[in-house]
């Protein structure tokens, strides 16, 4: 990252405000290189019965059992979408990054909060990956080689898959991997916000139930997680008790990095642009478990 770009996102703040999550949108908007002209999208292809189970599908031509990789948006549980409002790139830039390395890109929209509290999140997922699974061999990509990557509130839904076998759709949840980009793991030790207790609910004696901590130490599904350094504070915390907790039980070091110089929302932003940060960590991972 160029050290003008690292102070710009530092004098920006940890805390999501509009002026932070405005800025570091209008930062990456200027430095995206656009989609390829050979990548071929669909959209709003349905995946379950609810409106918002939608996905869009990236492609280039001549692919076949292409790894796949899916993109599940942030939002605190209760907004977000698969893109982005007022002509902005995101998050058509994860799944044309996607199409341009040869695997096919999936974006989706998911069930919202308060309408759908917990287990809405891995419930649709669970959908997601029985329609992959189904499908995806006709778009070019290979239903074995399915990997789910999400993004704060997106990345606990997709933490709650991996880690709760109930949601699985098949074995090892039907999926070659995850990965976890600023998530939340430790529901009771969260800070309890209103999106939070908008998705969870108030009865915080049924928090423990719905954490990912044990589920991720034990998981057979590989995963890799992400921190940043200038993340919000209580996705910092909990990135750090998850590695204090997989040390404990495991006697080593789990995947998780600490991305220099980004914010919350800056690594999904930063795809599709120079010296993307995430960008060679997905293909590593997607190229160790895509066997």
Known sequence: MRPETRSKIESLGLDLTPEMIGGTQALFVETFRGIDDATRIE???????????????FRQDGISGAPVLVYVHGG?????????????PFYDN????????GMVGVTITYRLAPDNPWPAGPEDLGLLVAWLRANVAAHGGDPERIFLMGQSAGAVHVA?????????????????????????????TAHA???HKAYYGE????YAECSTVRGLIDTQIPWL?????????DFQRQAAA????????RQRYPRMLWLAGHNHLSPALEIGSAGSALEPVIGDFVAAHAR
Not at 94 to 101: C, L
Not at 242 to 249: D, I, M, P, Q, T
């Open 76 to 88: 605190g549980f209760v907004m977000g979408d698969k893109r982005s409002p007022a002509g902005l």
């Open 94 to 101: 994860v799944g044309d990054f996607a199409a341009r390395n």
């Open 225 to 233: 997680a992400t921190v940043s350094e200038f993340d919000v504070v």
């Open 203 to 206: 009865d915080e004696s049924r």
């Open 43 to 57: 959209r709003d292809l349905a995946y379950g019965s609810d409106p918002r189970h939608r996905l869009d599908l």
């Open 242 to 249: 998850l590695v204090n907790a997989y040390a404990e039980a």
């Open 160 to 188: 709650s898959y991996v880690a709760h076998q109930r949601f699985h759709t098949a074995e090892r949840g039907g999926i070659a991997g995850a990965l976890l980009i600023s998530a939340i793991y430790d529901v009771l």
């Open 193 to 195: 916000n209103p999106f």
